[in-house]
């Protein structure tokens, strides 16, 4: 027999007031003119509903990165890059989120990981003049914007957990509006502040721990324009682990005579896998989108990544990492690990592929596609600016074909043009570990006896003398390995703070 399923609830009403009532009107009328609603307009602007009935996290954090225009630096679907809730699996894999939903420590775990600013707190680490505080502050102005996590059951409405974010205060009323991101159920309303705050200072029974508030707001300069961690493959666990854990143990033997042998033992044992860890983050588009011209907002993005590469070459690190590499004992291994990576013909094929699963909606499912063609070129220097290095190539699958372009940093200033081979230094084994092992903690290196030796390396991977460019860029590295680290370590919901970096 088929079963006709839910159509919305009615909302309980009091406590809550609709926010399309006559009531609800006139409190969004007269917050307007006290300006606690300037945060409503870029939240409204990308407001979603949760695809699925337990994304209520998920939903009103892609929500919130949207409305702070924070650059995912991944394609969505299309040529689009944009935050949507099947992106935001860096904490927590997504099937499990869709079965059991997800805990306040993992969406804070989260949007730390989509290169948000977030201060958390759960309600026994704040006070409701607090949280009325920031929730003013929020909604004065529209860099900032509230989640909250409550129980719905303290509103009379069904469900327990749930997740949305704060469009607006009632300074008279004492009014918050929750944009409810279940809106199959239930329309954006008004509640009591005070009713709102005894919401969150409810006990979350999976965790054994209190609900609360987070806020969110962007960063002055995008991270990652270079490299990120990533956690898809299974192996980020094994890497993560050897990395923090590992390593220091390796470096208090008494084996470190020297900077060669500190960096050898760090190399010797490096699952082989590492490459799936970090990646360096491609641009990529249909070849019909843009040819030969790109955009200034690409032109700006590559060359940001030039910039990088650049001066991670330029390290005194790279230089002895590159030394040890590219030795007899470590040429083999280097191979192993990466492969023919490397290489622009073999990037050519699967960043290619790659990027057709992207660009046709189909992330992930790279291996139902295949590259008939790809090719290395280098776009000449067109009235005073620099040449572009391009890996194109025609994807097919049983639908047809695609032809994408990969734009690939380079650090040589002037490359020569080229059919096959490289055209400059593009990013590669070398200065992947470089900008890996200058991400690691510093007390990593603390373990070292010799106290020569321990002077020579934390000179090499100080991050103080580094370009702020790339200071930046190492930092945020380092605070996606700490968080990710808790992560593994099952610690994200006893510690919801920025990494101390």
């Known amino acids: 027999m088929a079963m006709a399923g839910l159509y919305r609830r009615i909302l309980p009403s009091p406590p809550a007031i609709d926010f399309a009532s006559s009531e609800g009107k006139k409190l969004f009328t007269e917050a307007i003119h006290n300006g606690t609603m300037e945060g409503f307009f870029k939240l409204i602007s990308y407001f979603q509903t949760q695809s699925e009935p337990a994304y209520c996290g998920l939903a009103s954090l892609s929500m919130v990165l949207n409305a702070l225009a924070i650059d995912p630096g991944r394609k969505w679907k299309g040529p689009w890059r944009w935050f949507d809730e ?124 209190r609900r609360g508030f987070m806020l969110v707001s962007r960063r002055q300069r995008a991270p990652a324009l270079l490299y990120t961690l990533s956690c898809k493959h299974e192996s980020w666990i094994t890497t993560a682990k050897y990395l923090m854990d590992d390593v220091p143990t390796l470096l208090s033997s008494d084996d470190m005579k020297n900077v060669e042998n500190v960096l050898s033992a760090v190399f010797t044992s490096l699952p082989s896998d590492f490459a799936e860890f970090i990646k360096w983050v491609a641009e990529i588009r249909r070849k019909e989108d843009g040819d030969q011209v790109l955009s200034e907002e690409e032109k700006g993005r590559l060359s940001s990544k030039e910039d990088v590469l650049k001066q991670v070459q330029e390290t005194g690190l790279y230089k002895h990492v590159t030394n040890i590499l590219s030795s007899e004992k470590f040429v083999c291994q280097v191979k ?82 080229c059919i096959s081979g490289s ?3 593009h990013p590669a084994s070398n200065d992947i570990l470089t900008a890996l092992l200058l991400a690691l903690p510093s007390q990593t290196w603390s373990g070292i006896k010799d106290e020569k030796v321990l002077e020579a390396i934390s000179g090499l991977v100080s991050t103080d003398a580094l370009p702020p460019l790339l ?13 990710l680290k808790r992560c593994k370590d099952n610690k994200v919901e006893d510690d919801l703070g920025a990494p101390l970096i």
């Open 423 to 425: 055209c400059g230094m």
């Open 471 to 483: 200071q930046e860029e190492i930092l945020h590295l380092r605070g996606q390995l700490l968080m």
């Open 86 to 209: 099947n992106m935001l699996d860096c904490c927590e894999p997504l099937e499990k989120v869709k079965d059991k939903g997800i805990p306040f420590g993992k969406v804070v775990c989260l949007a730390h990981c989509a290169g948000a600013n977030v201060e958390a707190f759960r309600t026994n680490q704040s006070t409701i003049d607090d949280f009325r505080k920031y929730v003013m502050a929020c909604s004065s102005s529209d860099d900032c914007h509230v989640i909250s996590s409550y129980n719905r059951g303290t509103f009379y409405q069904t469900g327990t957990g749930h997740f949305s974010p704060i469009g607006g205060y009632h300074a008279e009323g004492d009014m918050a509006l929750i944009l409810d991101v279940a809106r199959f159920k239930y329309p954006p309303h008004w509640v009591p502040l005070g009713l709102l705050w005894e919401a969150m200072d409810t006990v979350d029974e999976s965790t054994g721990l």
């Open 336 to 417: 192993q690990t990466s492969g023919d990576r490397d290489s622009l013909s073999n990037i050519a094929a699967s960043v290619c592929c790659q990027g057709a699963g992207i660009l046709t909606g189909k992330s992930g499912l790279s291996d139902r596609f295949c590259c008939r063609e790809t090719c290395v070129r280098c776009y000449r220097a067109i009235n005073g600016e620099k040449p572009v290095t391009v890996v194109s190539g025609t994807v097919v699958n049983g639908n047809g074909e695609q032809g994408v372009d990969m734009l690939v940093p380079v650090s040589q200033t002037e490359p020569s043009c």
